[in-house]
């Protein structure tokens, strides 16, 4: 188990052919000694070169990679990072980080942005990013933990093979899941596919900080090992099991709970799924209060007011065209689209498209949202009515879904509402993760 406080190496940028933004305070660099750096700055990739052009300190060039350390708590700024990378809510911003800065060079004339930092500064950040810093606090203090122990884990593991992980496509059947990509240069990146870390932008010192340190070092455990703590942001009334979503090896702590004190039996069949997907069951999550919802989520997760139950509607040319665009394949005309096996939670984990050209099972959950979305569906729990024209000819799909994402582990918003009633860091990471407990490591 982990016994001291790591430091990261956070992804910020990638693939960029320019990066510019703001030293807040004094920098320096180790390829360059005794001389500072602060202000704006501009930073281009020149045949595997970097070209540093500061406000105070002058243009520098470096081999390969340029270090930026700060002094003195100073900060820095990113222009154009992006947020939500090809999901609905995707968009750019300025954000500002606590750390060091490294840049790295690569041989295509692109850049990659890296923030060394502090596991538990980093945190400060990420609870702040995936929720509102104006949360409950055991909201807050939940969230430290589990995003403490997920980084945990996937330090200890290092880099995987690779980021998409399945037996192979093979005939009609194209059964994919998705891990940590493969980062080469960094640990974690800073978006939605690792952790949301939007530095410093959207953080209430007083709050998340003091979140970060009532937890210091605390982590789920299981057993004698730390626990793979996931969670997403509306479950829709039941979580899912890891093994549906991820590889299939039951993690018993991520098992399917109702999101409720009242326990609501597993969707087990097409005729539950219909029933579960249409009612509004008094969960955690089934929650429209503008005002609490304001307090738990980041402004950009408010835009997005449908999660506990939605519907999305294609006619067969526009579905057809987004089949095609995902994932490469021509259909044809869609014909139907066949859950053919679902979790507890309702999400569908292999679905059958069939089309006039050719017909293909798809899955797991990430990839069928993937495949049926220009960006991603908010869930692959959904019900499908196929409203057919008089002659049977033509066809409009309309989805009816619940829920915001994978479903494992903790609802964040389900988890905020908990805290908003009262209920400790405790109590909630033990409704969502039954047989764990926290320990503290360091």
């Known amino acids: ?45 020149l045949g595997g070169e970097i070209l540093f052009n500061a406000g105070k300190g002058g243009g520098m060039i470096a081999r390969s990679s340029l270090s930026l350390l700060c002094e003195d708590q100073a900060t820095f700024s990113l222009q154009n990072v992006t947020i939500g990378n090809a999901f609905h809510w995707q968009r750019q911003e300025e954000q500002t980080f606590a750390g060091n800065l490294r840049i790295l060079a690569s041989g295509d004339n692109t850049l990659t942005a890296i923030n060394d930092i502090a596991l538990e500064d980093y945190l400060s950040s990420v609870i702040s990013s995936e929720m509102s810093a104006a949360a409950p606090m ?8 589990i995003s403490r122990s997920w980084l945990a884990v996937m330090l200890k593991r290092g880099q995987p093979p690779t980021g998409a992980s399945a037996p192979a496509s093979a005939g009609d059947e194209h059964i994919i899941w998705y891990g940590r990509e493969e980062h080469q240069f960094f640990d974690v990146c800073a978006d939605d596919h690792c952790q949301r870390y939007q530095g410093l932008t959207r953080s209430i010192p007083d709050r998340t900080e003091a979140a970060v340190n009532a937890t210091r070092g605390v982590f789920l455990v299981y057993g004698d090992a730390v626990c793979d703590a996931r969670y997403s942001k509306c479950c829709g009334g039941r979580t899912e099991t890891f093994e549906n979503t991820w590889e299939e090896i039951p993690h018993p702590y991520l098992s399917s709970v109702a999101d409720s004190a009242v326990d609501y039996g597993p969707v087990l069949d097409e005729e539950a ?38 519907e999305v509607a294609y006619d067969q040319e526009e579905l057809g065209e987004i089949l095609r665009e995902k994932s490469g394949i021509d259909f044809g005309r869609v014909l139907e689209l066949i ?27 990430l990839e069928i949202r993937r495949w049926l979305s220009r960006s991603h569906l908010y869930s692959s729990a959904f019900v499908v009515e196929a409203q057919r024209d008089p002659s049977g000819t033509d066809c409009r799909f309309v989805l009816h879904g619940g829920g915001w994402g994978h479903g494992v582990g903790l609802c964040q918003i389900g988890a905020a509402v908990m805290a908003s009633r ?13 047989g764990a407990s926290l320990k503290k490591l360091y």
């Open 273 to 310: 799924a219909q029933r579960w997907l249409f009612s509004s069951p008094e969960a955690y999550c089934n929650i429209r209060d503008e005002k609490l919802l304001a307090e738990i989520l980041p402004s950009f997760d408010q835009e997005t007011k449908d999660f506990f139950r939605w």
């Open 138 to 145: 055991a909201l807050l203090e939940a969230h430290a933990i």
């Open 422 to 434: 009262g209920s400790s860091a405790e109590t909630i990471l033990k409704h969502y993760f039954r």
């Open 1 to 45: 188990m982990i016994t001291k406080e790591p430091r990261l190496r956070v992804g910020l940028m990638e693939g960029k052919s320019e990066i510019s933004g703001c030293l807040h305070g004094h920098f320096r660099s180790p390829q360059y000694p005794g001389q500072h750096f602060s202000g704006n700055f501009t930073i281009h990739s």
């Open 339 to 365: 859950p053919l096996e679902r979790g507890p939670s309702g999400r569908i984990t292999r679905l059958k498209i069939a089309g006039t050209k050719t017909s293909i099972v798809v899955g797991k959950e």
